[in-house]
C-alpha cells in the first residue's frame, strides 16, 4: 500500500512542475485523493459490498469532483492533473503511467450490461475535455488532445485530434515515433495530449488537395500546348467563371467593405477593399434602360 503511495507521489513530481514538496501533493492534489478513495472502494466492490462501495464513491465525488466507478480498474502511477469534472466508468480499464486532464469522460454508448467502457493502454495521455466513448482500445503511449471526441480504437503511438477524432500522427514501424520517444525521454510525457508541431487535419487535407490540383493544371497545360501545336484550338475556351455569390459569406464575414487606414502625418483614408460586382452590373443594366427610353 504504502508502495504504491510513494509511486503515486513520484508520478506527480514527474508530471507536474508546480508540485513542490510531498506534503504539498498529499494535501492539495484531488487526483491523488481521489486515487486512494478509488483503491478502498474497488476493494469493497469485488468483496462485493457494492452499495458501501458506491456510497465511499460518492463521497469521493463530492469532496474531489472526480468520479471514479468503483468497478473501473486502474493500474500502477495514474495521475489525474487538476480533475475537477473527470468522469470514469464502470468497465473502464486503465493501464500503467496513464495521465488524465480535467473534464475528461471515459464514458460508454450502450445501456446494455457487459464491456461499455474504454480500454486505455500504458502511458496514455488523455487532454483537458476530451471524451473517449465506447468499448474500444486506446494503444499505447497514444495521445488525445484537449477536446477531441474519440468514438473509434486508437492505434499505439497515435494522435487523435478534433470532432470526431482523426488520428493526425502515427507511430514508426517500432511501435514509437522518434520524435514522441525523445520528448518523453526529455520530460516524461506530452502535456494535454498535445505537441507543438501537432498539424491541423482539415487544413493537411486541403493542403493535399491543392497540391494534388497544382499537378493536374501543370499537365493540362502541357496537354493544351500540344494540342495546340498540331492546330486544335479546344484549350482556348475560357473556363467558367466564378460567382459573387459563392463566395458572399466570405466576404462578409472574413472581409471589410471599407478598410481605414491611418498614417502619422495624414488623415485616416478609406480604401475600398472588396468591388461589388452585382452593383457594378446593375448599374450598367439600369444605364441600358435609360438609354432605350
Request: some cysteine; proline content about 4%.
Amino acid at each position: 500500500m504504502f508502495e504504491r503511495l510513494r509511486e503515486d507521489i513520484a508520478s506527480v513530481f514527474d508530471r507536474d512542475p508546480a508540485a513542490r514538496n510531498t506534503l504539498e501533493v498529499l494535501t492539495s492534489y484531488p487526483g491523488v485523493h481521489a486515487l486512494l478513495f478509488h483503491r478502498l472502494s474497488h476493494i469493497l466492490w469485488t468483496k462485493g459490498l457494492k452499495w458501501l462501495a458506491r456510497f465511499i464513491s460518492s463521497i469521493a465525488r463530492l469532496l474531489t469532483g472526480i468520479e471514479i466507478h468503483p468497478g473501473a480498474k486502474i493500474g500502477r502511477r495514474f495521475f489525474i492533473d487538476h480533475g475537477m469534472g473527470v468522469v470514469i466508468g464502470e468497465t473502464t480499464e486503465i493501464g500503467d503511467d496513464v495521465t488524465l486532464y480535467q473534464g475528461v469522460t471515459l464514458g460508454g454508448t450502450s445501456w446494455n450490461k457487459g464491456k461499455r467502457h474504454p480500454t486505455l493502454e500504458n502511458g496514455v495521455v488523455v487532454g483537458a475535455g476530451a471524451k473517449v466513448l465506447g468499448p474500444f482500445t486506446v494503444g499505447e503511449n497514444a495521445k488525445v488532445g484537449s477536446n477531441a471526441v474519440v468514438t473509434k480504437p486508437v492505434p499505439a503511438g497515435a494522435t487523435v485530434v478534433g470532432i470526431p477524432g482523426r488520428i493526425i500522427q502515427k507511430s514508426s514501424a517500432n511501435g514509437v515515433d522518434p520524435r514522441h520517444q525523445a520528448m518523453a525521454e526529455k520530460i516524461g510525457f506530452d502535456a494535454y495530449g498535445v505537441t507543438q508541431n501537432m498539424p491541423d487535419p482539415v487544413a493537411k487535407a486541403v493542403t493535399s488537395l491543392l497540391g494534388h490540383l497544382h499537378a493536374v493544371d501543370t499537365k493540362i497545360d502541357v496537354m493544351c500546348k500540344g494540342l495546340k501545336d498540331l492546330g486544335i484550338n479546344y484549350c482556348d475556351k475560357a473556363l467558367p467563371e466564378l460567382n459573387d455569390e459563392d463566395f458572399a459569406s466570405v466576404k462578409e464575414n472574413g472581409s471589410a467593405s471599407s478598410v481605414t487606414t491611418e498614417d502619422s502625418n495624414e488623415k485616416p483614408v478609406e480604401t475600398v477593399v472588396v468591388a461589388q460586382n452585382s452593383s457594378l452590373e446593375s448599374s450598367e443594366s439600369d444605364k441600358e434602360k435609360d438609354n432605350i427610353i
